[in-house]
């Protein structure tokens, strides 16, 4: 059995900042918000606390090809459209006709606990340039 995890106001407000957010922030962006409330927070701090919220289920981590890590304050499965040019992801509607982790899972010895889907593709600003 594992100790309770210790509430951390850094902690706190990295949760806080990620679920403020709805353009999914990089690590980055979200060191550069806390700073200004906590000035001697550092990067470490930050990731540390953002893999520890991914592996608690509070926040979602998403790895984006040829760009930064992004974080996800929305949990439940959804999809994401990734731009090839510009690298901005967003949420988009998705609702499939069928229920992958079950679907799929027939045939398969293992358990599927979650999925992710991500569409590549370019974004409405990008789009004309391409």
């Known amino acids: 059995m594992s100790a309770p995890m210790k509430n951390s106001r850094q902690r706190n407000a990295i949760l806080e900042c990620v679920m403020s957010h709805h353009d999914h922030p990089t690590a980055d962006i979200i060191y550069q918000e806390l700073r200004e409330s906590f000035p001697n927070i550092s990067l470490g ?3 540390r606390n953002l893999s520890l919220l991914t592996s608690l289920g509070k926040i979602m981590k998403i790895t984006c090809e ?8 929305q949990t439940i499965p959804h999809a994401h459209f990734q731009c090839k040019s510009c690298g ?16 799929i899972g027939e045939g398969f010895d293992g358990i599927i606990s979650d999925y992710t889907i991500t569409f590549r593709g370019y974004c409405a600003d990008c789009a004309p340039k391409s």
């Open 45 to 47: 701090t930050v990731y």
């Open 66 to 73: 040829n760009h930064a890590d992004r974080f996800d304050g």
């Open 88 to 103: 901005c992801l967003q949420d988009i509607p998705f609702k499939p006709s069928v229920h992958p982790q079950e679907d």
